[in-house]
């Protein structure tokens, strides 16, 4: 556990938070983010390039020990129906990976129209469709991880 210690108006209180990186596993990128110590934002990191599984596994390994990641969330493509698809099966394959390599534990979320979001978001700030190829991935993640952290205060 992190352990931040926080002052309200001469106050001092020990606050706990994990640190959770979150990632958003598609067949050629994966999006990043990451939620700061005391687990109230999400932030959007570069994404990973997935060139083959092992090149990926070790990048989210590089990252888990250089960010200090206490809890990996992968972001998992319900359909609208509820049933899982062959991008579910691929992110729970991917995070198995991940699961062989780290003691760090490893959740699901449901990402159902992340991406439709951050998208939407990006066409909002009149962005263009090439940079929007290298935001939309990381920002996806940070939109499920967020969702993750808003589920959790509940």
């Known amino acids: 556990m992190v352990r931040s210690s926080v002052c309200f108006r001469g106050l001092s209180k020990l606050v706990m938070a994990e640190i959770i990186l979150c ?3 598609g067949t050629k990128r994966i999006g990043v983010a990451k939620s700061d110590a005391l ?4 932030h959007a990191f570069p994404m990973i390039e997935r060139k083959n599984d092992a090149q990926a596994v070790e990048a989210v390994l590089k990252l888990i020990q250089e960010e200090q990641v206490e809890r990996i969330v992968v972001g998992l493509p319900i359909n609208m ?3 899982l698809g062959p991008a579910s099966v691929m ?4 995070a198995g990976l991940i699961q062989q390599k780290t003691s760090v534990p490893v959740e699901f979320w449901d990402e159902r129209l992340s991406t439709a979001e951050a998208e939407r978001f990006l066409i909002g ?3 263009s469709r090439a940079k929007r190829k290298t935001k939309i991935d990381s920002l ?3 939109i499920i991880l967020k969702s993750y952290m808003d589920a959790r205060r509940k």
């Not at 687990?39 to 999400?42: C, E, F, K, N, P």
């Open 81 to 83: 129906n509820d049933t």
């Open 39 to 42: 687990g109230v934002a999400a």
């Open 125 to 127: 700030l009149d962005m």
């Open 23 to 25: 990632l958003d596993v």
């Open 140 to 142: 996806a993640a940070q």
């Open 91 to 94: 992110a729970k394959s991917f």
